[in-house]
């Protein structure tokens, strides 16, 4: 059976040039669904204009069959506020995009657990758009239009610090000039921020940047941290 370690870093790579609060959302929710027995990859992650007008011209100018109605500059892909995933099989190897597997047994589809999972975190779903559906996509527009992030517009700090507080359980407003940057010896190694007096940072960073080892056992739900001498 597959760790939550070797689960995350199956998407380690794809993670790399999302937004940094798009990794933590999308970390938690990889973590959050292998709690619920449905493990996932992520399949794609920031996506370059040159990639999306690329992948536009699929099924148009290219070979295939279309796979996006968004051109380059159009898609939160290319804004690093956007990932698509699939159900992680059990060889650690394969995928499904069946939206009707339940691996689990618990009577509900693992696809939409996913979702669930997602939108409870601050996801918008592809699945819930009226005109053409991508079932397998996921963003975080922070309000803003795609017209907005090409004329260079970018989430705001405030924005930020909502949503983590949000993923962290942290009370809904939050200070928005009380971001931190948590140093080990001096060399910066992650943000935080602070909220009611509480600074709050994500565990993992600080772990691993003291060399530790984190793994989660999904049966107890307990997270051990092995400090390696």
Same mark, same amino acid.
């Given at each position: 059976?597959?760790?939550?370690? +070797?689960?995350?870093?199956?998407?380690?790579?794809?993670?790399?040039?999302? *937004?940094?609060?798009?990794?933590?959302?999308? /970390?938690?929710?990889?973590?959050?669904?292998?709690?619920?027995?449905?493990?996932?990859?992520?399949?794609?992650?920031?996506?370059?204009?040159?990639?999306?007008?690329?992948?536009?011209?699929?099924?148009?100018?290219?070979?295939? /069959?279309?796979?996006?109605?968004?051109?380059?500059?159009?898609?939160?892909?290319?804004?690093?506020?956007?990932?698509?995933?699939? =159900?992680?099989?059990?060889?650690?190897?394969?995928?499904?995009?069946?939206?009707?597997?339940?691996?689990?047994?618990?009577?509900?589809?693992? &696809?939409?657990?996913?979702? %669930?999972?997602?939108? +409870?975190?601050?996801?918008?779903?592809?699945? !819930? &758009?009226?005109?053409?559906?991508?079932?397998? *996509?996921?963003?975080?527009?922070?309000?803003?239009?795609?017209? +907005?992030?090409?004329?260079?517009?970018?989430?705001?700090?405030?924005?930020?610090?909502?949503? =983590? @507080? /949000?993923?962290?359980?942290?009370?809904?407003?939050?200070?928005?000039?009380? !971001?931190?940057?948590?140093?080990?010896?001096?060399?910066?190694?992650?943000?935080?921020?602070? !909220? @009611?007096?509480?600074?709050?940072?994500?565990?993992?960073?600080?772990?691993?940047? =003291? %060399?530790?080892?984190?793994?989660? !056992?999904?049966?107890?739900?307990?997270?051990?941290?092995?400090? *390696?001498?």
């Amino acid at each position: 059976m597959l760790t939550l370690d +070797q689960v995350q870093d199956k998407s380690s790579e794809r993670l790399k040039g999302l *937004h940094p609060a798009l990794i933590t959302c999308t /970390k938690e929710l990889i973590q959050r669904c292998f709690v619920k027995g449905v493990p996932i990859l992520v399949t794609q992650g920031m996506r370059t204009i040159a990639e999306q007008n690329a992948l536009y011209a699929q099924g148009r100018s290219k070979p295939g /069959k279309i796979v996006t109605y968004a051109p380059g500059g159009t898609s939160y892909h290319n804004y690093g506020l956007a990932v698509d995933f699939a =159900l992680l099989l059990p060889d650690g190897k394969s995928v499904s995009w069946s939206m009707s597997r339940d691996f689990d047994q618990d009577r509900k589809a693992d &696809w939409q657990e996913v979702v %669930g999972e997602a939108k +409870q975190l601050g996801f918008e779903w592809g699945g !819930d &758009w009226t005109s053409f559906k991508d079932y397998s *996509h996921l963003q975080v527009s922070f309000g803003l239009t795609t017209n +907005q992030l090409r004329a260079g517009k970018r989430p705001t700090t405030q924005q930020v610090q909502e949503l =983590l @507080a /949000k993923i962290s359980g942290g009370a809904s407003e939050v200070n928005k000039d009380a !971001d931190v940057a948590i140093t080990l010896n001096g060399k910066k190694i992650t943000e935080g921020f602070i !909220d @009611a007096g509480t600074t709050y940072a994500p565990l993992r960073a600080v772990a691993e940047a =003291l %060399g530790a080892t984190i793994t989660f !056992d999904p049966v107890s739900k307990t997270v051990d941290i092995v400090l *390696h001498k």
